[in-house]
Structures are given as structure tokens and as C-alpha cells.
């Protein structure tokens, strides 16, 4: 199941490229649908395009529960991040059978789309459309960097744009999600440990910041007669960071636009994208008033695009996980998920962590271990059987 979609949206660079409502996100439904239907699964695709691939009828014997993550990419991304989420929850499945369990509640095995906000810049769009923690018209205007709406990339993927947002037939259909995710840091191999549980997510959030100036021949015009936003640029990255110092959070100035993007021309203007999180709401909005200064300061303005609070996953579920599966540590973490937007709605969540030996992730050298999968798909298994069994 993993060598054919190791194939799809693979970039030269050995990182993967798979942004949502792109070809290669019509390829990565495809090889889904093909996996649920290879196992008799109900296929279902909610009004935000995410889908469902469900084991039992959710409307005659649910609610019941959903296991999934994302299959979509940063640009040049590792290969765990999302589908490791998806493919054992698939291999969790095939498990249960195998094992003889018979859910007494359904099962849906989920694939969120656009996860990562690659292209339209809104991070867990499918999640949050699903909940209407992003507005539908507000996501429908979103564009991507060559000015395409997501509501025309949404209808040429063949999705009915007019029916998108909260899906509340959907919601209804499940009581509790669990998430399995590739670690993003170091916590699991300085801790030695294969497999741990979510305890919460850090808050984090997007803001854009635009820095005028006025194009000019990079040959004839004095220095001082310059107005180069790219100073001013440099300036709000070193802020950034100082701002993260001051604040213990962390600020990545990750994005730019430069326009007009010529070599041999003074740019006329220079977006950046601020991606600022921390232990606590407070230090990260220090963190941007201090960002939102030093952009004032040279004639631009900033714009939040998105912000999540501090989500904490329920802890007596978390607790109950990780005493299941014999004391594994209990985490939190400074990445976003499904999970958490999910959790924000009301909905009973929980995350299991596979231990990633570089402790490096949004970039090809992520990895995991095979027995460390294996063992991560075990572990799901379990909780499944706990959950449904
Ligand atoms: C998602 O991976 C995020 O935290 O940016
Ligand atoms: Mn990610
Ligand atoms: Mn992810
Ligand atoms: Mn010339």
C-alpha cells in the first residue's frame, strides 16, 4: 500500500509536492478510493471534500468513530507526515479483520484534505470547512500564488463549490477521532520511545505582512535614493526572532513574495508570511505586536490569516490510551493537526505519536523506522479495539 503512493506528487528534490485540488490531489482521492474500495468500505465525500471510508452504516448504528490524517504536502515535504496517519489506519483496519474483532459501532477511516494549506494558505482547510471554523465564503475567495480562487480550483477537482462548509451530517456520524501522526520533533527519541499519545496542541497561527516600496534600475539609482522594502524585510525577520527570544516562542518568516522579482530592479513591494507559535497564547501574541511594529515602522501592515488556540485533547481519554498500551509517554506538541480542529468542535480526540529518529519533519530527510510503524499500527489497533470493540 505504501510503495504506490510513495510515487505520487514525488518531486525531484526526493520531498513531495501534493497540494490540495491539483492533479496530484486528484490522484492521492483516487489511490484512497481504491484502498477502501479493495476493502468494502462505504466511500463517502463530505461537503468539504474530505473523505470517509466507512466500515458499518454510520446512520443506522452510529455514531461512531473516525481514524485518518492528511495525505497532502508542504512544498518539498517528508514522506510520513499525513499518509503514515492514513496508511495505518488502513493497516488498522485490516488488523481488526484479521484479529476477528466485530465493531459494535462503525468505523470510518478518514482522509482530510488540505491539511497543510500549502496553496491557499489556510492550515487543516478541510477539518476546519467540516466544523465551520473557516467560513465557507471566506474559503471560497481564498487565492493561491497565481491568483486561482479556491472556489474555481474546488470546482474544476469536481467538487459542488455552492454546498461547501459545516457539515453537520457529518459531524453527527462520529463521537470520537483518534489521529496517528509521525512526530515532529526530538521529545520521542530523547524519551526512547516508539510510540507516545497527544496531550495537546500549542497555539499557533499565520499572519501576512506586506512592505511597500517604489521599483527603481538596480544600476542607476543612488543608494540613497532607494525606498527597497528587502531592507525592510530583513529588518521584520531579525525582529521576528528577537521577538521569539524576548517571548520563548518560535517565529519562522518561512515565505516571501518580491515583486516584481527581477534581478536587476528594485522591488516595488514585499509580502512575507509570519508563522509564530509558543507555550502560551500570550507569548505568541507578544511575539506578533512585536513583528506588527517593526512592520509599522517601515510603512507596511500586517494581517492575521489564521489562529488556534491552545487545544488540549480529552485527558481522560489520554490517559486511558496510554495506560492501554502499556504507560507510553503522554506529549504535546508545537505542529497543528485535524486533530485539533476537531477537538475545538466537540468532538472526543486523541493522537498517537510514531517516533521519527531525525526529529526532522516539513522536509525530505523525515523518517520512521519500519519497526517503528508497525508498532505505531499496533498500537492503533488496540485503541481501535478499545474504541469499537
Ligand atoms: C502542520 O504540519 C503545521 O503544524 O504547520
Ligand atoms: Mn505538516
Ligand atoms: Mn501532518
Ligand atoms: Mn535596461
Known sequence: MWGELEQLGRAGTGGYRRYAWTPEDARLREWFAGQ??????????????NQWAWWGDPDADGPGVAVGSHLDSVPDGGAFDGPLG?????AAVDALRESGVRPTKPLAVV???????????????????????LDADRARGLTDGDGVRMAEAMAAAGLDVSHVGRDDETLRRIDSFVELHVEQGRAMVDMDAPVAVGSAIRPHG?????L???????????????????????????AARAA??????VATCGKLRVEPNGVNAIPSRVTGWLDARGPVPEGVLATVADVTAAVEEHGGRVEQ???????RFDADLAAE????????PVLDTGAGHDAGILSAAGVRTAMLFVRNPTGVSHSPLEHAEPDDCEAGVRALSTVLASLVG
Not at 479493495?38 to 461537503?47: E, H, K, N, Y
Not at 499565520?206 to 506586506?210: A, F, G, K, L, Q
Not at 490569516?305 to 487545544?311: A, H, I, L, Q, Y
Open 36 to 49: 477502501s474500495a479493495a476493502r468494502g468500505l462505504d466511500l463517502v465525500q463530505d461537503r468539504a471534500g
Open 86 to 90: 492514513v496508511v495505518s489506519a488502513l
Open 111 to 133: 482522509h482530510f484534505g488540505d491539511e497543510e494549506g500549502a496553496r491557499f494558505g489556510i492550515a487543516c482547510a478541510g477539518s476546519r470547512l467540516l466544523t465551520g471554523a
Open 206 to 210: 499565520r499572519w501576512r505582512y506586506e
Open 212 to 238: 511597500p516600496g517604489e521599483a527603481n534600475h538596480a544600476g542607476t539609482t543612488l543608494l540613497a535614493d532607494r525606498r527597497d522594502p528587502m531592507l525592510a524585510m530583513a529588518a521584520v525577520v531579525l
Open 244 to 249: 521569539a527570544v524576548r517571548h520563548d516562542t
Open 305 to 311: 490569516e489564521s489562529w488556534t488556540g491552545v487545544t
Open 321 to 328: 490510551l496510554a495506560g492501554l498500551l502499556g504507560g507510553v
